[in-house]
């Protein structure tokens, strides 16, 4: 359904349809995308990494960035590819977190599993004694 929103990018007023992105930016974006994907897929480039290919095209790493994270660039085609984990920021290849954030989450959510249990039990062991006045 189609609705009013301000582009990501310019902030102008649009009806998005599909994308956070107005048309004249989508257009632009595509452009720096053939740019960016005709650098790499140069057989000298393809081992090149995200600060690399912005120095040598100019387009924001940001965008890059949200590229390989719509699969539109794959590291499987072209290794040296990588973006921050959205947690700590470590270069990764794949996925939204790297491995010892996923750890972390793990270990956390284990914890406070077992800390619930824990109370559950309490409060099925506890008993309330009442008395008159």
Same mark, same amino acid.
């Given at each position: 359904? !189609?609705?009013? !929103? $301000?582009? $990501?990018?310019?902030?102008?007023?649009? +009806?998005?349809?599909?994308? $956070? +992105?107005?048309?004249?930016?989508?257009?632009?974006?595509?452009?720096?995308?053939?740019?960016?994907?005709?650098?790499?897929?140069?057989?000298?480039?393809?081992?090149?990494?995200?600060?690399? #290919?912005? /120095? !040598? %095209? /100019? +387009?924001?790493?940001?965008? #890059?960035?949200?590229? #390989?994270?719509?699969?539109?660039?794959?590291? !499987?085609?072209?290794?040296?590819?990588?973006?921050?984990?959205?947690?700590?920021?470590?270069?990764?290849?794949?996925? &939204?977190?790297?491995?010892?954030?996923?750890?972390? #989450?793990?270990?956390?959510?284990? %914890?406070?599993?077992? &800390? /619930?249990?824990?109370?559950? /039990? +309490?409060?099925?062991?506890?008993?309330?004694?009442?008395?008159?006045?």
């Amino acid at each position: 359904m !189609a609705e009013l !929103a $301000n582009c $990501n990018y310019c902030g102008k007023l649009f +009806v998005r349809t599909t994308t $956070n +992105v107005c048309p004249s930016c989508r257009r632009e974006h595509e452009q720096l995308f053939d740019l960016v994907y005709d650098f790499i897929r140069d057989r000298d480039n393809r081992m090149a990494s995200v600060p690399e #290919i912005h /120095e !040598a %095209t /100019e +387009v924001e790493e940001k965008l #890059i960035y949200d590229w #390989i994270r719509e699969g539109r660039l794959t590291p !499987a085609e072209f290794p040296g590819l990588k973006y921050p984990c959205k947690s700590c920021g470590t270069m990764i290849q794949s996925g &939204q977190l790297c491995t010892s954030c996923q750890k972390k #989450i793990q270990t956390e959510l284990r %914890t406070f599993t077992e &800390q /619930e249990k824990k109370q559950q /039990e +309490v409060q099925k062991n506890s008993r309330t004694y009442y008395t008159k006045k």
